[in-house]
């Protein structure tokens, strides 16, 4: 038997965690621990919680999108629905709406307490029919939302700033990465952080689709890789065993985390925390705000926890926690980093959440755990000219023998529909 790493993390705004292990959740706020009992049949990859942190929406293998309320003494599970395509992102559009972003480039919209009116109206239709708020033709692999935009990123090198709530009226696209995009991290109304397959993240304006700067991190990525993956005839290998010095090794920026942004107590803006992972890699990397926006000379810290960091998430007051992969060897599920007294990120030895995390892994069959597959963004690669869209007849084997060419019109046709509404919205 293995353990189960943890394959989703989230932390709400009053510093409640919730990790799932797999079909597994459990919610810790402070030394009260809540499990599931029921819910999900395969392992969980994404949690969210509602604004109020009374609520938790997780999603997974399986394709539910489940509604749990953190009551007192229990997790319930309160509504399932199911919905037709892996979800990559959920998102918060309001206090009563989630966004979910699926691996086919679709954004849905799904209310967060749905009435029996409700459910009895969604009952009615089948979520093929369902329309998304937005689209991209390529896979979704990252989310962002603002108060007035919807920032989404995809497997083909795109950005595209859509208004909020109008989700179909796009106001800007940020080009200028030449790979796969797996990151953004806001850092105030105007500037956006992005990263993905590229060697660098790049700094944007994206109210205006600008970028105003990039910054190499190949060096320091490379140097605290452990699952590495190298690209051969146009195939893509992963292995913990590739030599540092053999092939084209891909990056692959994960996680873009911003932490502090607002004020002080005496009322003078903070210079923010920027953290970034990326997908194998062992270290934490980090810098402040102002080291993107202002400085010459672009320096990156890393704190290194020496096996592969899965999840990432802030529980405030400098204080985060990551999620390890103990199917390779790491002692602790998790690990606790603190800012020290001279703003520099170090491992917390002596904390009780970790023994309590470590607690809640879930054991199950190796061949299981290595199903997991925590590392497939290292294989993203941008769709081609006339490639068929194998991961959907996977899931859906009726549709096999579906062109790429077929869902570029599907996609075009779309797209041509939604400028048609936006015309219309404007025009009104």
Request: some cysteine; charged content about 30%; hydrophobic content about 40%.
């Amino acid at each position: 038997m293995s353990l189960f790493p943890f394959s989703a993390l989230r932390c709400g705004r009053g510093g409640v965690l919730a990790v799932a292990s797999n079909n597994q959740i459990a919610v810790i706020d402070g030394i009260k621990v809540l499990k599931s009992t029921e819910g999900h049949t395969m392992p969980i990859r994404v949690l969210l919680f509602s604004s109020d942190d009374k609520q938790l929406i997780s999603t997974g293998d399986d394709k539910q999108l489940n509604v749990w309320n953190i009551e007192k003494d229990a997790l319930v599970l309160k509504d399932t629905v199911l919905i037709s395509k892996r979800a990559n992102s959920l998102n918060l559009l309001n206090e009563d709406t989630v966004l979910v972003g699926d691996k086919f480039g679709d954004i849905f919209t799904y209310k967060l307490n749905r009435t029996d009116q409700d459910k009895e109206n969604d009952a009615k239709t089948k979520n093929k029919d369902k329309e998304p708020l937005l689209g991209h033709v390529s896979m979704v692999n990252d989310v962002a939302v603002t108060p007035s935009h919807i920032i989404s990123a995809d497997r083909d090198a795109h950005i595209r700033i859509s208004r909020n709530p109008l989700g179909y009226v796009i106001d800007m696209f940020c080009l200028g990465h030449e790979k796969f995009i797996t990151a953004v991290g806001v850092l105030d109304e105007n500037l956006l952080l992005s990263g993905g397959g590229d060697d660098y993240i790049i700094l944007w304006n994206y109210k205006e689709g600008k970028e105003m700067r990039r910054f190499d991190v190949r060096d320091a990525v490379l140097a605290h890789a452990s699952v590495r993956a190298i690209k051969i005839q146009d195939k893509m290998l992963k292995s913990d065993d590739i030599p540092a010095d053999y092939g084209e090794h891909i990056l692959c920026i994960d996680r873009i985390l911003v932490s502090g942004i607002g004020k002080d107590a005496g009322g003078d803006a903070v210079d923010p925390l920027v953290l970034f992972t990326s997908c194998g890699a062992t270290g934490v990397f980090y810098a402040r705000k102002s080291a993107f926006v202002e400085a010459n000379e672009f320096n990156i810290q890393a704190v290194d926890l020496q096996h592969p960091i899965i999840e990432m998430a802030d529980m405030g007051g400098g204080k985060f926690v990551v999620t390890l992969d103990t199917s390779r060897g790491a002692p602790d599920a998790a690990a606790v980093l603190m800012l020290n007294s001279e703003g520099e990120l170090q491992i917390s030895e002596q904390n009780s959440l970790v023994s309590t995390l470590n607690g809640l892994t879930v054991q199950g069959a190796e061949k299981d755990v290595k199903h997991l597959d925590l590392y497939s963004q290292l294989a993203l690669q941008p769709k081609v000219e006339g490639e068929d869209n194998l991961d959907e007849e996977k899931e859906h084997p009726e549709k096999s023998g579906r062109t790429g060419e077929k869902r570029r019109a599907r996609e075009a046709a779309k797209m041509s529909n939604q400028a048609k509404k936006s015309k219309t919205d404007e025009s009104t």
